[in-house]
């Protein structure tokens, strides 16, 4: 009675129901389902018809004609699809049936063959599924952006594919971008946040060592401790000593020139009037005899503990007692000034002893000032007739041994022995033979010795 509209041959396409044709049934069920299917189209025409003449364009609930024209389009769209797909699955049927002819495998590589082939069949179905999938997320994402990289409910290999595209094209929270379409890379989104973090712990108030976190920042670690009062009092320490050390190595460099530049009577005097001065000379003086390879008052003692313990030592500038401390011998100790109980304070020109009372008289690097004829001429009034004089000297004082030598002669002394073979020092041991053979104003310009001076260091 009305005409059937174009879109209505296709209607097994859209509700799903195939031709009869197209599915081989038995006859009774296939007759059963063709007499049902009949019915149902039947109802629909009859549907269809009555409601194409009462279609008015103002009615709200009723379809257009651009509705049906896009309905047309996706019920021939899905066909086309469907089609194509089953076209695809025939080919690959073909292709797998002509590997290789029948008879010449056996059953079990035929098996092995159908189940490729249906692996097959089915690789181009997901295929298609997803080339189909990938299509409505592209849509999607071109529609609607921001509602795409919201989604974060999503579960799967596509939600994690989502994600990757959200990191990449969208920045990261609390960022404005001037350029939204900008995409950053993956290195460049990591450098992006090690950079925020570095400022954050650039500009975090100090936190006490009690809640300080357990990972210090690099910038943390390589910034310099602040300095506390400890550090300032230690450096302060430090730099009182060091000015103290070089204050007592000026003060110990003058009285050492004073004592080589004048005689025993006003370095003794020197000494009375400052008791501490005698003290520095000698810590300072011995400092300098320590960095020698052999201190010649050990050399002495040695010698003379190989001598009779009975023989009666004087210890002309005796210092702190070192040789008395070494030897078994009785020794009387005499010295500008006292570091020890068993020294006696006196002049070494004038020392308070008989005449030929001592056995052995010691001169160790104690021949300063300007009177050494003095102390020598001393030397032989408490020695006995065949005593011994050990004298050591700085070698460097000697401008010519000979002429020392034969001065001491002069003054009632026999050379015995004599070694120049240290470095540092020179050792004589000469023999009392009398009293001296010159008078006391005859000139011995071998006893000018020079001074040992110590330069600033």
């Known amino acids: 009675m009305f005409e059937e509209p174009e879109w209505a041959e296709e209607a097994p396409v859209a509700t799903g129901l195939e031709p009869v044709a197209a599915r081989p049934r038995p006859a009774a069920a296939s007759q059963i389902k063709g007499s049902k299917h009949r019915q149902l189209l039947a109802t629909l025409r009859a549907l269809e018809a009555a409601a194409l003449p009462q279609q008015s364009p103002s009615l709200p609930g009723s ?235 050990d050399r002495i003692a040695r010698d003379l503990r190989q001598r009779p313990a009975s023989l009666v030592v004087a210890d002309f500038g005796c210092g702190d007692c070192r040789l008395a401390s070494s030897i078994r011998n009785p020794v009387h100790c005499f010295d500008l000034a006292s570091l020890d109980p068993r020294v006696t304070v006196c002049d070494m020109a004038q020392v308070p002893l008989e005449d030929e009372s001592v056995d052995v008289a010691v001169f160790c690097l104690s021949l300063m000032g300007t009177n050494i004829r003095d102390f020598l001429e001393e030397a032989n009034r408490v020695l006995k007739p065949g005593g011994l004089l050990k004298v050591a000297e700085v070698s460097s004082r000697f401008e010519d041994v000979r002429t020392f030598l034969g001065a001491v002669t002069k003054l009632g002394f026999k050379v015995i022995s004599k070694d120049l073979t240290n470095s540092h020092f020179f050792l004589f041991d000469f023999e009392k033979t009398g009293p001296p053979r010159v008078g006391p104003k005859a000139q011995l310009t071998g006893l000018k010795l020079q001074p040992c001076l110590y330069k600033r260091r």
């Open 63 to 297: 379809d257009s004609e651009e509705e049906v024209v896009e309905r047309k389009k996706k019920h021939s769209k899905k066909a086309s699809f469907s089609n194509v797909s089953i076209g695809v699955e025939k080919k690959r049927k073909k292709k797998c049936q002509k590997q290789g002819p029948p008879d010449s495998d056996s059953e079990e590589k035929e098996v092995e063959r159908k189940k490729k082939c249906l692996k097959g069949v089915f690789n181009a179905s997901d295929s298609a599924e997803e080339e189909k999938r990938k299509r409505k997320h592209q849509k999607q994402v071109r529609s609607n952006p921001a509602q795409h990289l919201d989604n974060d409910d999503q579960t799967g290999p596509k939600a994690w594919k989502n994600r990757d595209t959200n990191d990449l094209s969208q920045p990261s929270a609390g960022t404005t971008s001037a350029n939204p379409s900008h995409i950053l890379s993956r290195k460049q989104w990591r450098n992006r946040q090690k950079n925020k973090r570095r400022h954050k712990n650039k500009f975090r108030p100090p936190q006490p060592p009690d809640q300080a976190p357990a990972t210090v920042s690099t910038e943390e670690t390589e910034m310099p401790p602040d300095p506390s009062p400890h550090s300032h009092e230690d450096r302060a320490g430090a730099l009182r000593a060091r000015m103290a050390q070089r204050l007592d190595g000026a003060r110990f460099r003058y009285l050492n020139e004073q004592l080589y530049s004048g005689p025993s009577s006003a370095a003794q005097r020197l000494f009375q009037e400052d008791p501490e001065a005698f003290l520095l000379y000698h810590r300072g003086f011995q400092s300098q005899v320590k960095k020698w390879p052999l201190q010649p008052v």
